[in-house]
Structures are given as structure tokens and as C-alpha cells.
């Protein structure tokens, strides 16, 4: 057998035992805005859209979020906002990393990174949660 193969082989067995581990696991995680779309979040709950673009021109179709409360302040503060929502119970498998903010890091990197450190880990929900998932989050 070919060593690119084996590397195959060892890549699908490693994804396989990471999708094991993180059956039925969720996240709690931070999304940083302003007061009204907060609001929004905590009444109506989010999905995705496929017109226009999100705050701070980024594409409606994700929820950008993090691990860390304080990192959402702080991307609420680059819009001249202080609301951060809290998502709690989002099945792993809503989530992608961060396109702009995570490219290159995987799903099991961000999730050894939250577990191991407290330097925030940046995902963006691809599909919809109702409002009982958000609530608002004093930093």
C-alpha cells in the first residue's frame, strides 16, 4: 500500500473518531451586535438568508460566533455596540470555523482549543435555532 493511501486511511479513521466523540455534544458560544438585532435574536431565534449581507458585510447565511464572551464585546464594540447574545446548545454540527477568522483550523482544533485554553475559537451556525437557544449575556 502506498503511503499517500495509508495518510488517507489514517485521515478518515481520525475523523471518524472525532465524529464519535462529539456525537450529541454542544456548544455554548457568543455572538457580539447591537441592541436591536439582539432583541431580534432573543424574540425570533436566526437563520440564514440569502440576500444582501450581515453586519459588517459579512454573509448572511452564518451566524458569526465565539467561545469567549469578551471577544463578542469586542467585535459589538467595532460596530459602536455593547450587546453580546449567548447561544446555548447548538449541535456541533450547525457549526463550520470561521472562514475569514479560523481558515485553515479545523472543527477538532477549535473544539481541543476551547477545551484547553481560553483563548477564543471563532465558528460561524450554518443552520437555524429557534429563540430558545439565545438569551442576552451581561459582559
Given at each position: 500500500?502506498?503511503?499517500?493511501?495509508?495518510?488517507?486511511?489514517?485521515?478518515?479513521?481520525?475523523?471518524?473518531?472525532?465524529?464519535?466523540?462529539?456525537?450529541?455534544?454542544?456548544?455554548?458560544?457568543?455572538?457580539?451586535?447591537?441592541?436591536?438585532?439582539?432583541?431580534?435574536?432573543?424574540?425570533?431565534?436566526?437563520?440564514?438568508?440569502?440576500?444582501g449581507?450581515?453586519?459588517?458585510?459579512g454573509?448572511?447565511n452564518?451566524?458569526?460566533?465565539?467561545?469567549e464572551p469578551?471577544?463578542?464585546?469586542?467585535f459589538?464594540?467595532?460596530?459602536?455596540?455593547?450587546?453580546?447574545?449567548?447561544?446555548t446548545?447548538?449541535?456541533?454540527?450547525?457549526l463550520?470555523?470561521?472562514?475569514?477568522?479560523?481558515?485553515?483550523?479545523?472543527?477538532?482544533?477549535?473544539?481541543?482549543r476551547?477545551?484547553s485554553?481560553?483563548?477564543?475559537?471563532?465558528?460561524?451556525l450554518?443552520?437555524?435555532?429557534?429563540?430558545?437557544?439565545?438569551?442576552?449575556?451581561?459582559?
Open positions: 500500500m502506498s503511503e499517500d493511501i495509508r495518510k488517507m486511511i489514517d485521515k478518515v479513521k481520525s475523523f471518524n473518531q472525532f465524529i464519535n466523540e462529539n456525537v450529541g455534544r454542544t456548544l455554548t458560544l457568543y455572538h457580539g451586535t447591537c441592541e436591536g438585532n439582539g432583541k431580534n435574536l432573543i424574540e425570533n431565534g436566526w437563520k440564514p438568508i440569502n440576500i449581507y450581515g453586519g459588517n458585510m454573509n448572511p452564518y451566524l458569526y460566533l465565539t467561545s469578551e471577544d463578542a464585546l469586542w459589538a464594540e467595532e460596530k459602536g455596540c455593547n450587546t453580546v447574545i449567548e447561544i446548545n447548538i449541535p456541533i454540527d450547525y463550520r470555523p470561521d472562514p475569514e477568522d479560523e481558515a485553515g483550523f479545523t472543527m477538532k482544533e477549535l473544539l481541543d476551547i477545551d485554553s481560553r483563548f477564543p475559537s471563532k465558528f460561524i450554518t443552520k437555524p435555532l429557534d429563540n430558545s437557544h439565545f438569551k442576552s449575556y451581561n459582559v
